[in-house]
């Protein structure tokens, strides 16, 4: 079956129905939805309704992750806070959060917030777009489950961890760098895995230091248990540079952990000594820098946005007629889906089928369910 578009409205709405079902408050459930979809809208599939069952869903569901969050400031300045999210919705704590440090840096130039006990938060470039509206730069990262290994070693030992920056222009959408700093993310396997797709060649590394290729399937199930790991923006060793991408990666580990006390490393598995899933409690941090506490919001996002048409004007390579900056191909994406709606592949399909079977949301009637 092939994919098939689910309606904007339709898919929203399912999406908060179902969150509020396995226990989240109505309000969260609503910031959970814009955050889970905001990815499918700029086109990331990999962090969209793709994710909605395995890592929100059934984490409620076999309880490691609270469907009621209790947001708690445990230490505050005024340009600073420490949270603890006590394993909340990871989404809820983002927003939460950014919406501090936006309020900080609105008062006083700078805003900076940590967060540990948390959970995935999807995408970071939400964030980073929460700021830029406000006029602000947005910054963030996150830790996350060991997958990645660092240059000349073959274990996981620390996360995707993206490294994400977002600046004002004078154009309709920010500059928006939102990437992990390994090749690629375990979404981007998973993804492969629903799809098809086999592993690109030079992204996952095995114990003998070799790549791994072929079926995603089984090199996600190699990532799991330890076998394999993901490699760091460059890749294997230091000839294209992955010593880059191992030390962005390490910067946003410490910046994730170091400043709220938090886990790190190996101890965000997921699973105690005994293989039992526990709550992840990956660690967040956000920082907002007002423009307007420069030259003004108006002189950045000008010049913000004469640099960046300077370089896509630059001269092009044989073959191609465009060059990008982060965020525009987001952009268009969004500009060709928001009078349609979502692509919905045949894996995840059955999938909201089965929540919408299992909370007793009948009255939602999918593209599908007509064939």
Known sequence: MPKMIVDWET??????DAFKGVGVPEEDAKICADVLLASDRRGIESHGVNRFKPTYIDRINIGIQNPVTNYEIIRETPTTAVVDGHDGMGQVIGYKSMQIAIKKAKEYGMGM???RNSCHYGIAGYYSDMACKEGCIGITGTNARPSVAPTFGVEGMFGTNPLTIGFPTDEEFPFN?????SITQNGKIEYYERIGEDVHPGTIINRDGEPVT???GVALKAI???TAALTPLGGIGEELAGYKGYGYALAVELLSAALQDGLYGKALDGKDENGKPVPYRLGHFFIAIDTGHFLGEETARKKAGEIIRSVRASKKAPGHDRIYTAGEKEWDIWQSRKDSGVPINESVQGELNEIRD???LAGYVFPWDKQ
């Open 214 to 216: 072929g079926d995603a």
């Open 113 to 115: 917030v940590v967060v």
């Open 224 to 226: 799991r248990n330890g």
């Open 358 to 360: 299992k909370l007793g």
């Open 11 to 16: 898919i929203t709405s399912f999406v908060i």
């Open 177 to 181: 760098l939102d990437c992990a700093t």
